[in-house]
Every structure is written in C-alpha cells, then in structure tokens.
C-alpha cells in the first residue's frame, strides 16, 4: 500500500500485468498542492487569441512549463519560460481546454481550464441594390453598409470579381 507515508520522490507507479498478453497501468502521484501548477485562466480571449496565465507550484518559481491545449481530438503541446502564455491561431467560437505542468521537475498536470473564443460576427449584407443595364456596361448601387471598408462585387460566367471602394 503507498500512502502519504511514501518517500516524496515517488512520482510513478507502474503496475505489470503478466498473462497471454502483457498489459501496463500507471498512476502519477504529487505530494501535496506543492507540485501542481494551480489557478490557470484565460484572460484576453479574442477570436483567434488568448492569454493564459497561472500560478506555479506554492514556494516554488520553476523557469519551464510544458502546456497542453486541447480542441475536440486535437492536442497540441508548447513550452512557456514564465507562468503565462499567449496563444494565437485559435479557431473563432470553439472551445479548448488547457493544462499545465512545471517541466524537467517531478510535477503532475494543473486541473484542466476552459475557455471558448470570441465568434466572429459575418457581415451585414448591402441592401436596396439597384442596377442600371446599358449596352456593354452595368452600374451597380446600394445602401452602404456601416463600417465596410471593401465591397467584394461578383458576376457570372466564370465568377469573376472586383474589389470597389465604395457603392
């Protein structure tokens, strides 16, 4: 039986299980709060970017964190030299999770954050678009929309486009 009463450098206890085929199951173990990164936040969080941010292991200021960001089934893993980090190439509207640990020292994952994106909203649509047909020539007019910078003006055959400043 392992309890409190175990050396506190055990880490790991890896347990073999011998019969047709081999099987292994490992726990990790921490002593107490003092090896786990605690308070890890999202702060900052826009559409495609996020600050995380936490508190190391109590009385301790280790300079190497290794960072697990979790979308759906996809992980990815990133290094931090400070107690937070800034994420960017998010995905606007999803959510992900993170966890932390102090890395190259015995130390077990924070507790899983969340934290969803901004969504981005689509823009709004021109409207009262009027068209004025003459031979080999249309002049295209309508509302503006507020705070469109670009119009992207389509046409068929072949979808080809421009890009006008204003209607």
């Given amino acids: 039986m392992l309890d409190r009463q175990t050396p506190t450098r055990l880490r790991w206890v890896v347990i073999t299980a011998f019969s047709a085929a081999v099987a292994f199951g490992s726990v990790a173990l921490a002593d107490d709060e003092h090896d786990v990164v605690h308070d890890v936040q999202a702060t900052e969080v826009g559409p495609t970017s996020a600050v995380v941010q936490w508190e190391p292991p109590t009385g301790r200021s280790p300079d190497t964190y290794r960072v697990q960001l979790q979308r759906g089934w996809s992980t990815t893993y990133m290094f931090a030299y400070e107690n937070r980090i800034e994420l960017t190439g998010l995905f606007p ?63 068929t055959p072949h979808h080809t486009g421009v890009t006008v400043k204003e209607p």
Avoid: C
């Avoid at 640990?101 to 015995?106: C, G, R, T």
């Avoid at 077990?108 to 969803?116: K, Q, R, V």
């Fill in 93 to 155: 509207g999803q959510t992900y999770q993170i966890r932390i640990e102090v890395l190259f020292e015995p130390s077990t994952w924070s507790e899983p954050a969340e934290f969803t994106t901004m969504e981005v909203p689509a823009p709004a649509t021109p409207t009262d678009i009027d068209a004025t047909v003459e031979p080999g020539r249309v002049t295209l007019e309508w509302v503006p929309v507020e705070g469109a910078v670009d119009y992207v003006v389509r046409w």
